[in-house]
């Protein structure tokens, strides 16, 4: 079983960063491949980041390439994503999900087992 616990969303201007932590609780959190999903209102859920159990690889959605980045710390079972340079089109709110596998590549949405309860982040115009 693991928890995982987002925190670091809020309000930020267009152009801003903000960086997101998730906080994972529970045994071998560097089994776990770990994901970065968002949804927007009247939206569907979409990826934005993955990145694999130890943190070498990574993959990022083409909307966030070169503006977002997923890293991981084993040690603090926390993975984070850095998000710069935010656009008004990034509101959503923000879920972090662990996927057991050791995969080095993006991992199918329905391999995640567990998620997060989510952080909003707003960007205003």
């Known amino acids: 079983q693991v928890q995982l616990v987002e925190s670091g969303g809020g309000l930020v201007q267009t152009g801003g960063s903000l960086r997101l932590s998730c906080a994972a609780s529970g045994r071998d959190f560097s089994r776990y491949a770990m994901g970065w999903f968002r949804q927007a209102p009247g939206k569907e859920r979409e990826f934005v980041a993955f990145i694999n159990w130890s943190g070498a690889s990574t993959n990022h959605a083409d909307s966030v390439k070169g503006r977002f980045t997923a890293t991981r710390d084993n040690v603090k079972n926390t993975v984070y994503l850095q998000m710069n340079n935010l656009k008004p089109e990034d509101t959503a709110v923000y879920y972090c999900?662990?996927?057991?596998?050791?995969?080095?590549?993006?991992?199918?949405?329905?391999?995640?087992?567990?998620w997060g309860q989510g952080t909003q982040v707003t960007v205003s115009s």
């Open positions: 999900a662990a996927a057991p596998s050791y995969s080095n590549y993006v991992v199918p949405v329905g391999r995640y087992e567990y």
